[in-house]
């Protein structure tokens, strides 16, 4: 089935821009999620991106898809103490139902 | 609207007790997930429901676990017997079918069974 891998760990300085990648096993997945988790909360959608898009930007935050290497970024610039938090990608295979296929998750710590 | 709800926020339980975890989606949505996350295993997939019906309870860790879905506006998830390898934050998660497919999570439920 579908695999979906993160790194787990990414530290920055506040200010720096955070890179978080991703990477999938499923071609057929048609949309490509990101999901912010804080501290004692659920899963919150940030960002998403359609399979025929390379890349789409909403304020601070930039995600690029090659889909010719199955891998997804997430770039956040300007980053704030307030992004600390672990970032979930998630892919939403063609088959398989309606399941989406979250990561691990990275978590993010920015250095102050 | 309120979001997805989800009740209640803690549990602690002992071991071989029965828990029972509930979940109100939002109103409209057809598709209601539940999730278990743990620090080892990230965040599992239990089972999900369409209209009401379960599609997919391949995540379910056994027999133990069952859940139930009366009507468009509850959920049920409950464990019986519980054990302390059931610790864990259990999330319930609901979206509307079509565009974009996102998947709005409730708070979750913190549990622990000593």
């Known amino acids: 089935g579908e695999d979906v891998e993160q790194s787990l760990f990414l530290s920055v300085r506040e200010g720096d821009s955070s890179v978080i990648n991703c990477t999938y096993t499923?071609?057929?997945?048609?949309?490509l999620y990101w999901y912010k988790q804080e501290p004692g909360a659920g899963l919150q959608l940030l960002t998403y991106?359609?399979?025929?898009?390379d890349m789409k930007q909403d304020q601070r935050l930039t995600v690029l898809l090659n889909k010719k290497d199955k891998h997804l970024s997430l770039r956040i610039a300007d980053t704030q103490t307030g992004d600390s938090a672990i970032y979930f990608c998630?892919?939403?295979?063609?088959?398989?139902?309606?399941?989406?296929?979250f990561g691990a998750g990275t978590r993010l710590f920015v250095k102050a | 609207d309120a979001g997805v709800i989800q009740s209640p926020r803690h549990e602690v339980t002992e071991m071989g007790q029965e828990v029972t975890l509930r979940c109100k989606p939002i109103?409209?949505?057809?598709?209601l997930f539940w999730y278990r996350q743990t620090m080892m295993r990230g965040l599992e997939l239990l089972i999900y429901?369409?209209?009401?019906?379960?599609?997919?309870d391949s995540g379910m860790p056994e027999d133990r676990f069952s859940a139930k879905m009366p009507n468009a506006s509850f959920s049920t998830l409950k464990i019986q017997p519980s054990e302390p390898r059931d610790s864990a934050v259990y999330f319930c998660?609901?979206?509307?079918?079509?565009?974009?497919?996102?998947?709005?999570f409730g708070p979750g439920t913190r549990l622990t069974v000593t």
């Open positions: 998630a892919v939403r295979p063609n088959t398989g139902g309606f399941k989406t296929i």
């Open positions: 499923d071609s057929s997945s048609t949309y």
């Open positions: 991106i359609f399979s025929n898009m």
């Open positions: 109103s409209g949505h057809d598709y």
């Open positions: 429901f369409n209209n009401n019906v379960p599609i997919d």
């Open positions: 998660a609901s979206n509307p079918t079509g565009f974009s497919y996102e998947q709005y």
